[in-house]
């Protein structure tokens, strides 16, 4: 059998396309934060990670700029060898002091945290006990590990309890969960998590890309929301969403650090995040800390929008995020739905199998603290539109 034959069997996106319903790989060619240009016509952004609006603040751009200046374009090396610049040195700092633990290291992606961190501080003999609905990249590191893979359902307490009494007593136990969960918007039962860590000598890894910059008095995520920083062993988080640039890291304890620092391979075998990026994450740190109105307009559009899906009859209740899924129904209307708000000016994101149960399709919008009244209006107008049209929404 040709290795290739399953590439010519695959069909799914031309069928999309065929249909003129294909969302994905859209062209942006202008981005202006909360609005873009997609085949030159300017669209409200409601489909970006850019929580807090900062990939065109000044403190932020500029930064980036003179990194460039300063160090050029890229490190040419890993951190583990040539790449490392007093930037990054400066970076993992100044995010250990945020985060209020002992030690951070930076990688040069989200993705590459959890392959290389879980893969690093569980191996065979372990045991990891993962939510069913954490990111792939979580899955993929357990899977590098080597160590036992126990899923437990979404959430679910009473799974995750049953599941540790059955680890062996020689078994190292970790327990790794999404702070906000990407599809959904929902949060983790951090709280139970700490209890049942405690009780069966778990540790416990907190991916909390969603939750940085945005939960917690001071933006440091979900831990902070639950007033639980001291009980979590590692958190992980990624530079893409509220920092508004890319990389990645991980903060924990300074001998649990230093050993994924010298063993995590997808740290010491790619080349460390650009000067740029690290500059511009540097400066929306400080932008974080030093403009917290920032999060309180963040969470003023979210209510807003909260309140307007709740009246046009979605059921909202389940986020706590700036991610508000707004369930539609089968794949097709889903993308028919995603269609509509595409040709309105508003875009989004279609979420369907296998991200979610057949038939459960879903509509993923997030929101900015940069979002105007304006453009929320007629982001609601558009939804309540196309809502009448389809019957997916019970306003007359």
């Known amino acids: 059998m040709d290795l290739f034959e399953k590439c010519s069997r695959f069909d799914r996106a031309n069928q999309l396309k065929r249909s003129g319903l294909y969302p994905y790989f859209l062209e942006i060619s202008e981005n202006h934060t909360e609005e873009v240009i997609v085949d030159g016509r300017p669209m409200v952004m409601i489909g970006s990670n850019n929580y807090l609006g900062l990939t065109h603040h000044p403190k932020v751009t500029a930064a980036a700029i003179a990194a460039v200046e300063k160090y050029g374009s890229g490190c040419t090396g890993s951190r583990f060898l040539n790449g490392t610049l007093d930037l990054h040195v400066e970076l993992e700092r100044r995010l250990a002091k945020f985060m209020r633990h002992e030690s951070v290291i930076t990688f040069s992606t989200g993705f590459q945290v959890n392959l290389g961190v879980i893969s690093t501080l569980a191996g065979k003999g372990d045991v990891i006990l993962c939510d069913r609905e954490n990111h792939a990249s979580i899955f993929d590191g357990c899977r590098l590990s080597f160590a036992q893979l126990r899923k437990y359902r979404h959430s679910d307490m009473e799974d995750l309890e049953r ?13 790794i ?123 003023a559009n979210v209510s807003r929008m909260n309140a307007a899906f709740t009246d046009l009859g979605w ?25 509509r708000l595409h040709e309105a000016g508003i875009f989004t994101n279609p979420v369907v199998s296998p991200a979610v149960p057949p038939g459960e399709g879903l509509l993923r919008t997030s929101y900015m603290a940069t979002h105007t009244p304006e453009e929320l209006d007629r982001v609601i107008e558009a939804f309540a539109q196309i809502g009448r049209a389809t019957g997916v929404v019970r306003v007359a």
């Not at 059955?166 to 970790?174: I, K, Q, T, V, Y």
């Open 163 to 175: 599941q540790l009494k059955e680890c062996p007593d020689s078994a190292g136990r970790l327990i």
């Open 177 to 299: 969960t999404d702070g906000v969960f990407s599809m959904k918007g929902d949060l983790c039962d951090l709280p139970n998590i700490v209890r049942l860590a405690r009780r069966y000598g778990a540790r416990i890894l907190l991916d909390d890309a969603h939750g940085i910059g945005v939960l917690g008095e001071h933006g440091r995520g979900t831990a902070e929301h639950f007033g639980l920083e001291d009980e979590i062993d590692v958190v992980v988080g990624t530079f893409s969403k509220s920092f508004a640039s890319l990389g990645g890291f991980a903060a924990g304890k300074t001998e649990v650090i230093e050993y994924v620092k010298h063993l995590a391979r997808s740290l010491i075998f790619s080349a460390s995040p650009a000067p740029a990026s690290a500059a511009a994450t540097l400066a929306a740190l400080e932008v974080v800390e030093s403009e917290p109105e920032r999060r309180t307009r963040l969470w």
């Open 315 to 339: 059921d909202v209740s389940m986020s706590h995020s700036p991610i508000v899924p707004l369930a539609i129904g089968s794949d097709h209307d889903t993308f028919s739905f995603w269609n």
